[in-house]
């Protein structure tokens, strides 16, 4: 199974940056889409920004202009870069993984998802 580990939360003022990053392991795999979600209290899970294999890209509306999502896929790492932060961008942000995982008996589909690290941005 394709493990993801995030880091790079933490507390920032508004008006702040953070990077956040994301990284795959295990196995032989390919990754098509690398994803970052965030989930506020008491709101439902949604999609930040999605980036290809192919490095096109996309943007919830609430983050377009200020957020950037990039990846290593070299590294099997995705990368946040969040700028002009928010108190709304407040929440636990997780990384999701989508591709094809490797064996030496057969080719499987995998969808991961990281723990989720938190992001809290004070006014």
């Known amino acids: 199974q394709v493990q993801l580990v995030e880091s790079g939360g933490g507390l920032v003022q508004a008006g702040g940056s953070l990077k956040l990053s994301c990284a795959a392991s295990?196995?032989?795999?390919?990754?098509?889409?690398m994803d970052w979600y965030r989930q506020a209290p008491g709101k439902q899970r949604e999609l930040v920004a999605s980036?290809?294999?192919?490095?096109?890209?996309n943007y919830a509306d609430s983050v377009k202009g200020r957020f950037t999502i990039s990846r290593d896929n070299a590294k099997n790492t995705v990368y946040l870069q969040m700028n002009s932060l928010k108190p709304e961008d407040t929440a636990v942000y997780y990384c999701?993984?989508?591709?094809?995982?490797?064996?030496?008996?057969?080719?499987?589909?995998?969808?991961?998802w990281g723990r989720g690290t938190q992001v809290t941005v004070s006014s």
């Open positions: 999701n993984c989508r591709g094809k995982l490797f064996t030496t008996t057969r080719v499987a589909d995998f969808d991961s």
């Open positions: 295990g196995g032989t795999f390919h990754i098509n889409t």
């Open positions: 980036c290809t294999s192919g490095g096109s890209t």
